[in-house]
């Protein structure tokens, strides 16, 4: 628009205190007045300790591993991260992960249909889940709205829940990937069994109940390291 640096951050301050912009990390977006929040503004909620999972997570995929990524913004980090690998054979019901993996070091990539979901900024529904079944991957990787130590992983919509069990039945290793902010949080829906999930992977250690629980199930948990600083 032919300004300089400074006046677009001097008119995206005004524009987001009054309201009209939600400022996130790398960018802004329109604010919406929809209670559930988008994708793009989760994106920019809890960003550096969702960059250290991702990284984490893909430090231990290998080259030419198959995966179920779901729609998360966590998972997007994962996604992200996930460029530095070769030959991976992705499948996903997120049109943003699939933009970020497409044509790049030789990945396959494949899409599930269904009816998009706005601020989810991914399909759903029957179609989606008979697409997915048609696959066994090595690992899904799945993110969560909320965590409970009686129930396990909770999301906020049934059709994201049946997706989540849907892939968990199609994966030899399942890693659920969330923040410490989750645990605060609550949602109506069971994601899957907790049993299903091999690995948790968050930024801090958990509260005493939700470790005991954790470790109830099966689970193991890691903790995502912070990214080094550089020595100067």
């Known amino acids: 628009m032919d300004v300089s640096e400074e006046t677009v951050r001097r008119t995206v301050k005004k524009l987001s205190r009054e309201g009209q912009l939600i400022r996130v990390h790398g960018g802004v977006y329109l604010a919406e007045e929809s ?14 300790q969702k960059r250290d999972m991702g ?4 430090s231990q995929i290998s ?51 269904g009816e998009l979901h706005n601020t989810a ?8 889940q008979k697409y997915v079944s048609k696959f066994h991957v090595d690992l899904a ?31 030899r290793t399942s890693i659920m990937v969330a923040d410490h902010s989750k645990i605060r949080l609550s949602a ?13 992977v968050t930024d801090r250690p958990l509260p005493s109940p939700l470790q005991k629980a954790m470790n109830g199930w099966g689970i193991e948990v890691l903790i995502a390291p912070p990214k080094k600083k550089k020595k100067r």
Do not use: W, Y
């Open 141 to 171: 990787i799945l993110s969560a709205h909320a965590i409970d130590p009686v129930q396990g992983f909770l999301l906020s919509h049934q059709v994201e829940a049946e997706l989540a069990q849907t892939l968990v039945a199609h994966a």
């Open 121 to 128: 900024g991914g399909a759903f529904g029957s179609a989606t």
């Open 55 to 58: 990284r984490f997570v893909a």
């Open 63 to 113: 080259d030419g591993a198959s995966l179920f990524l779901d729609v998360g913004s966590t998972t997007l980090f994962v996604a992200e991260a996930l460029r530095e690998k070769h030959n991976l054979m992705v499948v996903t019901n997120s049109l943003t992960i699939a933009q970020t993996l497409m044509n790049h070091n030789q990945n396959r990539i494949f899409v599930a249909g």
């Open 35 to 48: 209670t559930t929040p988008s994708l793009h503004r989760r994106i920019g909620e809890q960003s550096r």
């Open 188 to 200: 109506p829906f069971v994601s899957c069994d907790p049993q299903s999930i091999s690995r948790f």
